[in-house]
């Protein structure tokens, strides 16, 4: 997933993206990461460049370490995602706001 510099902060005060299982639960992973959110941003536990953020959605572990930085476990089969956006701003409100879209890479 890609957020550009503009969409990062615009959405709502608090974001976050879980990672489900097809049947809807969280599946245990290395990371014990659940979900991506904004005060991982704010805290400097993700990798951005430009003040642009790339989520890897994905079950195998990524070898670069910058992208591992930003990996979403993903589990093998189905998944689902959510996106929670907390003290939502007008665009979300109003449906202006343009969810990023997913993008399968195949390597």
């Not at 370490?65 to 998944?79: F, H, R, V, Y």
Request: glycine share 6%.
């Amino acid at each position: 997933m890609f957020f550009p510099a503009c969409s990062i902060h615009s959405a709502s005060t608090t974001r976050e993206i879980p990672i489900y299982d097809a049947q809807g639960y969280f599946v245990e992973n290395e990371l014990d990461r659940y979900s991506i959110n904004s005060y991982m941003l704010e805290e400097g536990l993700l990798h951005t460049e430009a003040n642009e953020l790339v989520i890897y959605v994905q079950h195998e572990k990524p070898d670069d370490p910058e992208q591992a930085t930003n990996w979403l476990p993903a589990p093998e089969g189905g998944m689902r995602f959510a996106a929670r956006f907390y003290g939502p701003r007008w665009p979300v409100v109003d449906g202006s706001y343009d969810m990023p879209e997913i993008v399968l890479i195949e390597e």
